[in-house]
């Protein structure tokens, strides 16, 4: 796709863990948004928590960032917890929270002035930063031009930059390229690979799926509970589910319509004239006959990390009753 991100960087070999979450839990009076949650980036690592609206995954990035509490467990950024430890964890935390954080009346200089007296640096090494930062998101030609009237690109390049200039050891990131144009996530992706390469321990929420192929490490967060986390070529390759490329009769609008209900197959996409299913294991023979019963032709093809997360979450909600409200507050 022509947006997708900059290939993998390598893995980080045995860093040290930068950001970790131990046993987290957090409520919003008696709707709990997070259970038991543990996980840790390295050095070096970019780490992607993928999970679909109301999962849990802002909620626990606004607390390891130190912007909330949590009602149980810990959150430590390099050994130390990021409310307790504020004034010490600041210096080494980026926060790029998913709305805006940036104020729009002041130019693109003015904001990275504002942000670099917030973090107390010395006019020499703001001007070094500044420099550098300004270089690598491309936002030279535009430091006199105000936040609001960027395009969503440039905007959060500067939000990034922002973020950056106090050279945190850990990047928390809740969805940074959401609702940005393809070119500019690849822009924005590359950056973060770069920040890996130099050490910088990454964690990222993200709603694409691309994006979370590209990561180290990916968790999948389902109703507050990490479902599974992994390498994505490791959790890709462990699903025991079929899954098949389907090529069928546009017009037999019928069998489409049977095919996307039937019961043995736990998901279904639609390309064109071809379908992606997934079928429930055991169901393989009683599948092809139907396909075959539909003129339909078949080829079994390698899950992709999207159809791993849609069997994870579909077993997930059949084995565990439903807590939460659909409505109330994001989580």
């Not at 940036?102 to 107390?120: P, S, V």
């Not at 998101?137 to 969503?152: I, K, M, P, V, W």
């Not at 690849?186 to 973060?192: K, P």
């Not at 039937?262 to 599948?287: K, N, P, Y």
Request: aromatic share 6%; proline share 5%.
């Amino acid at each position: 796709m022509g947006g997708s991100p900059s290939p993998t960087p390598s893995p980080p070999s045995l860093r040290a863990t930068i950001i970790e979450a131990v046993g987290l839990e957090r409520r919003f009076g008696d709707v709990p948004a997070l259970a038991s949650l543990s996980l840790g980036v390295q050095s070096g690592e970019i780490y992607g928590l993928v999970g679909p609206d109301g999962a849990g995954k802002t909620t626990a990035l606004r607390i390891l960032a130190g912007v909330i509490a949590a009602t149980d467990g810990h959150a430590l950024i390099q050994g130390r917890d990021p409310l307790t430890g504020a004034s010490k964890v600041r210096a080494s935390i980026g926060y790029m929270p998913q709305q805006y954080s940036l104020y729009g009346d002041l130019t693109i200089d003015e904001n990275l002035r504002f942000f670099a007296r917030m973090f107390c640096l010395k006019k020499a090494e703001y001007e070094a930063r500044r420099a550098k930062l300004l270089d690598i998101t491309r936002l030279q030609r535009f430091t006199d031009r105000r936040a609001e009237a960027l395009s969503g690109g440039m905007y959060k390049k500067l939000a990034l930059a922002c973020a950056l200039l106090h050279r945190p050891a850990a990047l928390i990131l809740d969805e940074p390229t959401n609702g940005v144009d393809p070119i500019s996530r690849r822009e924005l992706w590359a950056l973060l690979f770069r920040f890996a390469q130099e050490g910088m321990a990454i964690l990222v929420s993200t709603a694409y799926m691309d994006e979370a192929a590209r990561c180290h490490r990916v968790g999948l967060l389902h109703r507050g509970r990490l479902l599974l986390e992994g390498r994505p070529a490791d959790l890709t390759a462990a699903l025991d589910n079929p899954v098949y490329s389907v090529v069928f009769d546009p017009t037999n609008t019928g069998f489409n319509d049977t095919l996307m209900r039937h019961r043995a197959i736990v998901t279904a996409s639609l390309a064109q004239s071809e379908f992606r299913i997934v079928v429930e294991c055991g169901a393989e023979a009683e599948v092809t006959r139907f396909l075959a019963d539909g003129g339909a032709t078949w080829t079994r093809v390698a899950p992709n990390l999207e159809e791993l997360f849609l069997v994870r979450e579909h077993e997930a909600s059949r084995s565990t009753p439903r807590t939460q409200p659909t409505g109330g507050r994001e989580a």
